[in-house]
């Protein structure tokens, strides 16, 4: 079953009778004021979800501008590295 935040128990659920699958909503059981916070706070949790999502992204492009540099960098100091002990030879 996916994860659903802290509300995963209020997700839709599908039931099976007798081979009949039968879809059931436990948020039903609420009254409207109840219903109406439900959905802010999932509606809060998927834009928290978006935004995550979003930095993470954003995260992943900067890595990728970043490792070729810290790759040339490794290589030059690799190569001084052998230039020196020549040298002190």
């Not at 994860?3 to 948020?27: D, E, M, V, W």
């Not at 979003?54 to 992943?60: A, D, I, N, S």
């Amino acid at each position: 079953m996916p994860y659903f935040g802290p509300y995963r128990n209020h997700a839709f659920h599908l039931q099976s009778r007798r081979g009949k699958c039968k879809i059931t909503n436990p948020i039903q059981n609420y009254d409207d004021s109840q219903q109406k916070r439900l959905q802010q706070d999932i509606l809060e949790y998927v834009n928290d979800q978006k935004m995550m999502l979003q930095k993470l992204l954003e995260f992943k492009d900067t890595l990728k501008a970043i490792m070729p540099l810290k790759l040339q960098e490794r290589t030059y100091y690799t190569n001084f590295s052998k230039f020196l002990s020549i040298y002190e030879q």
